[in-house]
């Protein structure tokens, strides 16, 4: 064999090995988009739960959100502001959601379906409020905005409220 026979066979190990080398990187990458995704949505999920866990297990303030989205005056002063807190909260991850939508990290179905969640939280009475005061959230309230929002006549019914609607559903 000659020395360029053996340059050759040197060029296509070469090669080779750098293909494979570009084919694992691509593997690695893509495994790596997954787990980012994944952890990404865990932490959307786990904040929202995390607010769901702390209402649903205080009846008390079950009632204070209840109440500041339906009827904000009744609210006392120190109510009013643990209202705002748990708005606050919900908020944010709706803000985080825009964000890894705004970076296509979410895709426009999902933003879509939590964003209208959103937009019924923000058409109550307690939300218009939470909205006029709390003007940081402007570019979450645009975006929703913009978004073709079902009106119900709640977000939460109450048992009374659905024992009246299957009744009129009845007539």
Same mark, same amino acid.
């Given at each position: 064999?000659?020395?360029? !026979?053996?340059a050759?066979i040197?060029?296509?190990l070469?090669?080779t090995?750098?293909?494979v080398?570009?084919a694992?990187l691509?593997? %690695?990458?893509? %495994?790596?988009?997954? #787990? ?7 932490s959307?999920? @786990?904040? $929202?739960?995390e =607010? ?6 205080n009846?008390e303030?079950?009632d204070?959100? @209840?109440?500041g989205?339906?009827?904000?005056? #009744?609210? @006392?002063?120190?109510?009013?502001v643990? $209202? ?6 919900? #908020?944010? %991850?709706? $803000?985080?959601?825009l964000?890894l939508?705004?970076e296509? !990290? ?5 933003w879509?379906?939590m ?15 939470f ?16 978004l073709? =929002?079902?009106? @119900?006549? #709640? $977000? =939460?019914f109450?048992r !009374?409220e659905?024992?009246?609607?299957a009744?009129?559903?009845? %007539?």
């Open positions: 064999m000659n020395w360029e !026979a053996l050759a040197g060029e296509i070469g090669a090995a750098v293909l080398t570009i694992y691509a593997v %690695q990458v893509r %495994q790596n988009t997954a #787990s980012v995704a994944t952890a990404t949505w865990d959307v999920l @786990t904040g $929202f739960n =607010i769901n866990v702390a209402v649903a297990n009846p303030l079950a204070v959100v @209840t109440r989205m339906y009827d904000p005056d #009744s609210l @006392t002063d120190l109510e009013g643990r $209202f705002a807190f748990i708005m606050r909260a919900a #908020s944010n %991850q709706y $803000f985080k959601l964000r939508h705004e296509g !990290a979410l895709s426009k179905e999902e879509n379906r964003a209208r969640e959103m937009g019924q939280v923000l058409r109550t009475e307690g939300g218009r409020r909205r006029e005061t709390h003007v940081n959230y402007a570019p979450l309230y645009e975006a929703v905005d913009m073709e =929002i079902v009106d @119900t006549t #709640s $977000f =939460i109450s !009374a659905r024992r009246d609607e009744a009129s559903e009845g %007539q």
